[in-house]
């Protein structure tokens, strides 16, 4: 992948607005005449007409996501943008068919991804379409090619000028969704494993969200070597899908210690661990590591809490940040790696090669993305929800084909019903405060009966004086 400008410059020049030049219309052919003077005479009465003739302005428009701020699902909004995006040297203009979601989107929205610009911006880190425009010097790409694309952002729209290093042809059989699922979470995962983690047989492995795009990227990968063990952490609910995925003990994290299950099966540890946590997580995974064990952090997915960002989430994680002395390591026989994708975008040929392996793979049948769900762009924030909120097992994609007319109806009721189900909710908790309050003075009422009976004990025994006397 080009450097971090050439990414920033194909974003400007997708959103810079330019019209398009309007087309000539054919020259007609002059009349055949044997009287010059004559045809010049009608030539020269009709000057205005043709003027007015002249071919409407035709403008080039796409559809694309932006990011309008930090904040909610709310702050990607659809867009519809004018103008034709321009190639530059190299590059390749792809007409998108599906884009992949991430979690690095998710953050992004928050604010919490240092690889995306300042909104309006719009997202987007990987999708699948066709080759519909190459630009000069651009050799192995042309018109029709049916391509998977990794950017550092800009693909969530109809069309992406992008360097045509920055495209993997689709090999045959491959959905454009499938296509879309593939380059972030199975390079990240195999660049893990074999570029760091060195895997090699009978050694284990835990990966935690073992049912989220890594994980089955990771899992999958994992069963290309012979007898490797996968310890996964997930919610019980997906433990069946990852354990026929090829998790071998699957650990719900919700309600087990996943540190106590993995001692009781693996006492002396774990040969490699994938960390997307990030906090106290990482400390957990740098003791469960055996003698020369490779723990590899990529992500910090406890800082994100909610909708928008939760400034105690991110204070807590930074709080428990991971920080070891090399002595330590010397000493533990212990190795600590980080990857970041997003800074690999100037390693055009490391990419590359980890990208040609996996597709080699899904040739022979050893990987294949799982999709989860597939979303189109105007249902953007729910996707995004499905996924912050864990509910996904694989990848959740978003289309780039419009939504139906029939499915944008159902749209308002959907949210009608929400609507109807927070006021519900809202007239449940308004009568349960209700119900509290008339139990107070209920038992205000109770406290108040002894004072009364105690004043009329006393009033009483005031006129017994009063009589006495």
């Given amino acids: 992948m080009s450097g ?23 020259k007609a052919e002059p009349a055949k005449t044997d009287s010059p003077p004559a045809a010049a005479a009608e030539a020269a009465a009709t000057p205005a007409a043709t003027t007015e003739k002249a071919p409407e302005e035709e403008t080039f428009t796409y559809r694309a996501l932006v990011l309008t701020g930090h904040g909610g699902y709310d702050k990607v909004k659809l867009q519809v ?7 530059k ?16 989107d998710l953050m992004a929205r928050q604010g919490l991804y240092d690889r995306m610009p300042s909104p309006p911006v719009t997202p987007g880190m990987e999708c699948s379409g066709l080759v519909e425009a190459v630009g000069e010097e651009v050799t192995d790409r042309k018109v029709g090619d049916k391509v998977m694309v990794l950017n550092r952002f800009g ?6 000028v992008v360097p045509a290093s920055h495209t993997f042809l689709i090999p045959e059989g491959m959905s454009f969704e499938e296509a879309a699922a593939l380059p972030v979470n199975y390079i990240t995962a195999y660049m893990m494993l074999f570029d760091f983690g060195n895997l090699r047989p009978n050694q284990s492995v835990l990966v ?16 290309t070597v012979k007898d490797v063990t996968v310890f996964g952490t997930a919610s019980a609910s997906k433990h069946e899908t990852i354990s026929q995925g090829g998790v071998t003990h699957p650990i719900d994290y919700r309600t087990k210690d996943y540190v106590e299950e993995v001692r009781k099966i693996s006492p002396k540890g774990m040969d490699i661990i994938l960390d997307p946590l990030g906090g106290s997580d990482t400390h957990k995974a740098y003791n469960l590591l055996k003698p020369m064990g490779k723990l590899i952090t990529y992500g910090a997915a406890n800082m994100l809490a909610g909708q928008k960002k939760n400034l105690l989430a991110v204070a807590k994680n930074w709080y428990h940040q991971f920080s070891i002395h090399t002595l330590s390591l010397i000493q533990g026989n212990k190795s600590v790696c980080g990857f970041h994708l ?15 392996i996996i597709l080699d793979l899904y040739k022979e049948g050893k990987v294949k993305p799982r999709i989860d769900s597939t979303w189109h762009l105007e249902q953007v924030g729910d996707a995004m929800r499905k996924m912050q909120e864990r509910n996904n097992i694989g990848k959740v994609i978003l289309t780039t084909e419009p939504m139906p007319e029939e499915e944008k109806k159902e749209e308002p009721k ?25 139990e107070e003075k209920k038992d205000d009422k109770k406290k108040e009966e002894p ?16 009589e006495e006397k």
């Fill in 89 to 104: 040297a190299g590059e390749v203009l792809v007409r998108v068919k599906a884009c992949g979601l991430n979690f690095a």
């Fill in 155 to 160: 693909l969530w729209q109809e069309v992406a």
């Fill in 4 to 26: 971090e400008d050439a990414p920033a410059q194909q974003q400007n020049a997708v959103d810079q607005k330019q019209e398009t030049k309007p087309a000539e219309e054919p």
């Fill in 451 to 466: 004072k009364k009976e105690e004043k009329k004990e006393e009033e009483k025994k005031e006129e017994a004086k009063k």
């Fill in 342 to 356: 997003g800074y690999l975008d100037g390693e055009t040929e490391l990419i590359s090669q980890a990208m040609n």
């Fill in 81 to 87: 943008k004018k103008g034709k995006p321009t190639l």
């Fill in 208 to 223: 935690h969200a073992a049912a989220g795009g890594v994980g089955i990227a990771a899992t999958q990968l994992c069963k």
């Fill in 414 to 438: 959907k949210e009608d019903k929400k609507e109807d189900k927070k006021k519900d909710d809202k007239k449940k908790d308004d009568k349960k405060k209700d119900d509290g309050k008339k």
